[in-house]
């Protein structure tokens, strides 16, 4: 191995511990925000569930928020930038930009079985 290549080496070991470290303290800073602004149960719920798949009848179907709340929120999640636009759907439906599983968020669905535990 040359020194060039070793040195490289060397440089990609500190950008992957820079990495870990920077994911975790995002993580913590993620979960604020969430804790901040999605403060209720059923914010909670339709945040989830906005997969980019689901329409927003689709939400209200399963959560009885209604769908100009849902509209509503999906605005303000966009806005903060915890939510995208779906590229399948070209815009007309919405997709979180991350779980609330990734940071200890639970959030109980009735009939999805990837999410069963209650909200912490």
Do not use: C
């Amino acid at each position: 191995m040359s020194a060039t290549e070793e040195k490289l080496n060397v440089i990609a070991g500190i950008m992957a511990e820079h990495l870990r470290w920077t994911r975790l303290a995002g993580m913590e800073q993620l979960r604020t925000i969430f804790e901040k602004n999605l403060s209720s149960d059923e914010e909670r719920k339709v945040y989830e569930l906005s997969d980019g798949e689901k329409s927003v009848r689709d939400i209200e179907k399963i959560t009885n928020v209604g769908r100009t709340k849902i509209a509503m929120l999906w605005k303000k999640w966009h806005n903060m930038g915890i939510m995208e636009k779906s590229e399948k759907y070209e815009g007309r439906r919405m997709k979180r930009s991350f779980s609330l599983a990734d940071v200890g968020i639970q959030v109980n669905i009735p009939g999805n079985n990837e999410n069963t535990e209650e909200f912490e």
